[in-house]
Each structure stands twice: as C-alpha cells, then as structure tokens.
C-alpha cells in the first residue's frame, strides 16, 4: 500500500518538475530577449517558434545545428532578416536549454 503513494507522489512531482523546466526555459526566452523577435505562433522579425519546431521535427541534428546558429547568427534560413550573435549576453549552457525549449513547441 505505501509504495503505491510512494509511485502516485513521485509521478506527481515528475509533472511538475516538467511543468516547472518549461515554465524556466520561457521565462529564460524572455530574459535573453529573444521574444523581441520571435513569439510562439505569430511571426515577427523571426520565424514563429512552432514553424522552427516543426521544420527540425525528427531531426536528430538539429539541437546541435541549432546551437551553433543562435551562438553564431546568421541569416538565410528563414529570409533575409539577420539573427544576431547571441554568445555575448547568453551562456551555452542557455542556449542549449533555449533550443531544446523551442524544439519542444508543438
């Protein structure tokens, strides 16, 4: 019987461990700026969230390509607007829970 509860609790604390990760990866989107040119599904001066989410869907390199582009910028993949370089105010291991964040919209 006790390891019943002990199963329910740990199943309730995992949801809001989950809950709570995404609730930080936004709240680190919005502090690193990175809402100033792009939103979940309305386009701005950057593709929506769901479009770059649903272009690298299945794509196993694309946390790493991704990566890369934030802390680089560069343009051309989504128009000609440029994405600037990002490394100068946000960390790797910020962008690393940034894109996996971004990959995650459905």
């Not at 949801?15 to 792009?38: M, P, R, W, Y």
């Not at 272009?55 to 790493?64: I, L, S």
């Not at 989504?78 to 910020?94: C, E, K, L, Q």
């Amino acid at each position: 019987m006790k390891i019943r509860y002990l199963m329910c609790m740990l199943a309730g604390l995992s949801v809001s461990a989950t809950a709570f990760a995404a609730g930080d990866a936004e709240a680190l989107f919005i502090k690193s700026k990175c809402n100033a040119c792009h939103m979940e599904d309305k386009r701005l001066l950057g593709p929506k969230l769901k479009d770059i989410a649903a272009r690298y869907a299945g794509d196993p390199g694309a946390q790493a390509m991704l990566e890369k582009k934030v802390r680089s910028g560069g343009s051309g993949a989504w128009g000609t607007m440029p994405m600037p370089r990002v490394s100068n105010w946000v960390s790797d291991a910020d962008i690393k829970t940034l894109v996996a964040w971004i990959l995650s919209q459905k």
